[in-house]
């Protein structure tokens, strides 16, 4: 998994850039890639980021507070150059804010056949999408060219 970066912002409670972040995973060719794989992978991650992040910060956290993971998903108009798209929430425990608190994305999978890999890029922000942060976290993915 390669991380373009998170913007400045993106620990900063408060700031415009707060939890927005752009991801590639680059995939061998041939994996399965699905509404159900993205959802699936989307609640594990998420899951396991929060739990692991309220144990090495040790958090004390009221019984009730984190309410489990929940990923919506919705396949759209495939953009240009990938082979599908899709969208959704992602609704989480802000171990940062200390509060719920709900992920719009976008994934991207492109074919890169001639490399043998698939490009799958999500784009990932609690900003609504007409938010300027989308035009920065659609940037990678802009500029990325399956070519070696």
């Given at each position: 998994m390669k991380i373009f970066g998170s913007p400045p912002g993106w620990g900063v409670a408060g700031s415009e850039e707060y939890w927005s972040v752009a991801y590639l995973f680059w995939l061998d060719a041939g994996?399965?890639?699905?509404?159900?794989?993205?959802?699936?992978?989307?609640?594990?991650?998420?899951?396991?980021?929060?739990?692991?992040?309220?144990?090495?910060?040790?958090?004390?956290?009221?019984?009730?507070?984190?309410?489990?993971?929940?990923?919506?998903?919705?396949?759209?108009?495939?953009e240009p150059d990938d082979r599908e798209t899709y969208t959704g929430t992602i609704a989480m425990f802000d171990y940062m804010g200390l509060k719920q608190m709900t992920l719009n994305y976008f994934?991207?999978?492109?074919?890169?056949?001639?490399?043998?890999?698939?490009?799958?890029?999500?784009?990932?922000?609690?900003?609504?999408?007409?938010?300027?942060?989308?035009?920065?976290?659609?940037?990678p993915k802009q500029k990325f060219s399956c070519e070696p």
């Open positions: 994996q399965k890639i699905d509404a159900d794989v993205v959802q699936a992978s989307l609640t594990t991650y998420y899951d396991d980021l929060v739990a692991g992040a309220v144990i090495r910060r040790n958090l004390t956290i009221p019984p009730g507070t984190i309410k489990p993971v929940q990923v919506t998903i919705k396949k759209i108009s495939a994934v991207h999978v492109k074919p890169c056949s001639a490399r043998g890999h698939t490009a799958l890029f999500l784009e990932i922000s609690p900003k609504p999408v007409d938010h300027p942060i989308w035009a920065k976290l659609k940037e």
